[in-house]
């Protein structure tokens, strides 16, 4: 029996293609590797989701074939092989990662996607700078070989900047794979203990600085802490760069249905829209939209921190 099988048409939104079939399948792990303290690298072999995933969709994993825990939990790609291979990188949090994190090549794991909207591309000849707070690097390798690839992004490799902040230098991981790549890969760590000492938001302001006095047009795009899309959302603004968050939610479905994954916006006017649909005037200028389908990319500019 053929394992794939598309689910339901996608409400995509935003930068979606319109109406991608969502697959649900039993992948077979195919590697796991440990790439830092806590932190793996699993393939699956997913040839319908890596044949038609893009850079900033995710995919929801049962972490074990049975049904506890009864949640899928949300993942992004690190990064397709050979039209085939899915890798995804995550790191060890709760029950269902420790149980993903447990499961060995030639074990099956059922998973759905792609689900969600994608990151966008800047015009050619742009400065694109990505930020990865911890495993919030996850879906940036992907991104990265779309910005330089010549049909996609249309990026120099020299153009692209990746910038990862770690507590230490055992959660430093991926280097060797951007490096590979071509693109400008760099460290900040908490304690100093690799690359530059501090918090990845200080090491990103000292490249908005020289960006700033090169007058470059720069395109920002960042994955991670709350408190770090914060920080990154603030220095978007005062820089007047634009700016990508991929935002973290609980997604209890991933596709619309359950509303567990509500995230706070603001319209560019500041006018209510949902929340107050007849336009009369609330006092409170925001609505709520859904991080699996309307994100989890969003741009910086919408979102409500509060
Ligand atoms: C679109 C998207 C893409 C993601 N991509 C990756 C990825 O590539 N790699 C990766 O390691 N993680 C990723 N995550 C986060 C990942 O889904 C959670 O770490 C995972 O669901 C935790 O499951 P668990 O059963 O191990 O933890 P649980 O036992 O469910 O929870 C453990 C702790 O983590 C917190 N937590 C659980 N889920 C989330 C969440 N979604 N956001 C914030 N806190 C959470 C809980 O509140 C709790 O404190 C992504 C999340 C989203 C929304
Ligand atoms: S996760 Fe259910 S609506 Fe988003």
Redesign the pocket.
Known sequence: MNPVRPLINHRLSGRSNGVNPIFQLDAKVIEQAKVAEESFILSLEAPSIAKTIQPGQ?VQIR?IPRYD?LLP????I?RVREKRILD???????????MLSETRKGDVVNLFGPL?VTFSYPRPKHLSILVGGG?GL??FYDLAEALIDPKRGKQRKEDVIILLGARNKNRVFCEKDFRRLGVHFEVATDDGSYGFKGLVTELLAKHLRATRDERRTTQLYACGPRLMLRKVSELSKKFKIPCEL??????PCGYGICFGCAVKVQTKDQRPKTQDPQGKGSENHFFYKL?CVDG?VFDAKEIVWD
């Open positions: 995710f972490c825990p939990r949300p993942f992004s690190y995804i990188l995550y790191e060890v949090v709760g029950r269902g990662t420790r969600g495993v996850a879906p991929s935002i973290d939610a609980h997604m991080a989890p």
